[in-house]
């Protein structure tokens, strides 16, 4: 079965300094991957798809980013991290018969 | 218009009672449509896919209107447990999968 890893589960970081997380997968090849973001009491936004290695897609303009450097792994990234950017982060596999997410992390910018 | 709407709730029910949420979708030519459940501070986890001919999982029961565009959700003699977020899922329609939720609906089942 697949599962998958994200870390850190928590992070608070202050407003301009730079973020990655982390995200894999185990139990499946070429996955389709996503990350997700949830303000606080809101629905869960797309941030970013791929659908390979190096194909990154982005749903909605930002200071962040992505990469796909491996099959199985996913990247959030961001130069200098802004109050707006605090949320829950969720990494997300999906083969069209619905998808599972990974624990997810608490990011706090203060 | 959001391509997934649902209603936000909270829905406050007692131990037992029969409690229904409703979703509707903008994309017609969507085919694969899911309900999800969130508990607090968690990750959504997937409750179960909802089919044309509708399908019974236990308690809960989920059923597609294709012609209204809309999906539901039925759950029979409420827990306790039950309490949590209820997300209703579509999947776009191009190879990228990606799964586009609505907001939520809230799920209170109080003793």
């Known amino acids: 079965s697949q599962t998958i890893h994200q870390w850190p589960a928590t992070l608070v970081q202050p407003v301009g300094s730079p973020l990655s997380l982390e995200c894999t997968v185990e139990?499946?090849?070429?996955?389709?991957l996503y990350w997700y973001r949830q303000a606080a009491g809101r629905g869960l936004q797309l941030l970013f798809y791929?659908?390979?290695?190096?194909?990154i897609s982005s749903e909605v303009p930002q200071n962040l980013s992505a990469s796909r450097p491996q099959d199985r792994q996913f990247i959030l990234s961001s130069k200098k991290l802004l109050l707006s950017d605090s949320g829950f982060y969720l990494c997300?596999?999906?083969?069209?018969?619905?998808?599972?997410f990974g624990p997810g992390t608490r990011l706090t910018v203060t | 218009r959001k391509e997934v709407e649902q209603d936000p709730g909270p829905f406050n029910v007692p131990e037992g009672a029969t409690v229904a949420f409703n979703c509707t979708y903008s994309?017609?030519?969507?085919?694969?449509f899911f309900w999800y459940r969130q508990d607090c501070r968690k990750e959504p986890k997937l409750l179960m896919s909802?089919?044309?001919s509708g399908n019974e999982d236990g308690r809960f029961t989920a059923q597609l209107n294709r012609a209204s565009q809309y999906i539901s959700l039925l759950i029979r003699d409420s827990k306790l447990s039950d309490s949590a977020t209820y997300l209703c899922?579509?999947?776009?329609?191009?190879?990228?999968?990606?799964?586009?939720f609505g907001s939520g609906t809230r799920l209170l089942v109080r003793p």
């Open positions: 997300a596999w999906s083969s069209g018969q619905g998808g599972n």
């Open positions: 139990g499946t090849s070429n996955p389709n």
């Open positions: 791929s659908v390979g290695i190096g194909q």
């Open positions: 994309n017609s030519a969507s085919q694969s």
């Open positions: 909802v089919y044309s």
């Open positions: 899922v579509v999947n776009s329609m191009d190879s990228s999968y990606k799964l586009i």
